[in-house]
Nanobody
Framework: QLQLVEYGGGSVQDGGSLRLSCTAS?????MGWFRQSPGKEREGVAG??????TTYADSVKGRFTISKDNAKNLYLQMNRLKPEDTAMYYC?????????????????????WGQGTQVTVSS
């Protein structure tokens, strides 16, 4: 059974940077980052598909970068953080098979989730 563990959350000031990491128990071709703040739906932040193509939410384009190595690790480099980026961030993976294009940013694509890591940005 696939398992995911996230690392790297924390507290930073407006304009700061953080790097999130996620390690999977085995290799998967489709992974993504999601976030959820109190009272809001969980939303896609960035995804990476079977061809290593990336997709971003409009709110993070140009500030966040998703990457994945050929092992089992997924990363999210977050620069120029804003208070509205404050949320619990979740790593997600599809346990078997690839995904393509914008499907990597869709919550319904994924069947496995990490426990979440908190990111807090203060003004």
């Amino acid at each position: 059974q696939l398992q995911l563990v996230e690392y790297g959350g924390g507290s930073v000031q407006d304009g700061g940077s953080l790097r999130l990491s996620c390690t999977a128990s085995h290799y998967t071709a489709c992974m993504g980052w999601f976030r959820q703040s109190p009272g809001k739906e969980r939303e896609g932040v960035a995804g990476i598909d079977g061809r290593f193509s990336t997709t971003y939410a409009d709110s993070v384009k140009g500030r966040f970068t998703i990457s994945k190595d050929n092992a089992k690790n997924l990363y999210l480099q977050m620069n120029r953080l804003k208070p509205e980026d404050t949320a619990m961030y979740y790593c997600a993976a599809l346990s078997s098979g690839p995904c393509w294009g914008r499907d990597s940013l869709s919550r319904s694509t994924y069947d496995t989730w990490g426990q979440g890591t908190q990111v807090t940005v203060s003004s």
